[in-house]
């Protein structure tokens, strides 16, 4: 499946949705509602996991310039597990 290019405006969305999450865990913790700020946390968790998406998205290739999915270290996957560290940078850097 090809992964579409992250954009700096998602990135910029998904980091005030956790803002906005994490303030509301803050309150919820002080107002003592464990119900709600459990339903809290887990849509926090799943922010943060939207937030690694969108990292990996924003990741460009220099071999093709387009965006592909980096492994652990960063290596480009659609052109081999060769491609060290520096080969990847981020979309927001080139433009």
Do not use: F
């Amino acid at each position: 499946m090809k992964m579409r290019p992250g954009t700096q405006a998602q990135a910029t969305d998904v980091q005030l949705a956790i803002n906005y999450l994490k303030l509301a865990r803050e309150c919820l913790r002080r107002a003592d509602s464990p119900k709600a700020l459990e339903a809290v946390r887990r849509a926090l968790k799943s922010t943060e996991g939207a937030q690694r998406h969108v990292e990996r998205r924003t990741m460009e290739c220099t071999v093709c310039s387009h965006a592909h999915p980096a492994d652990e270290a960063g290596r480009c996957e659609r052109h081999g597990k060769n491609l060290p560290v520096p080969q990847l940078r981020s979309v927001n850097e080139v433009h």
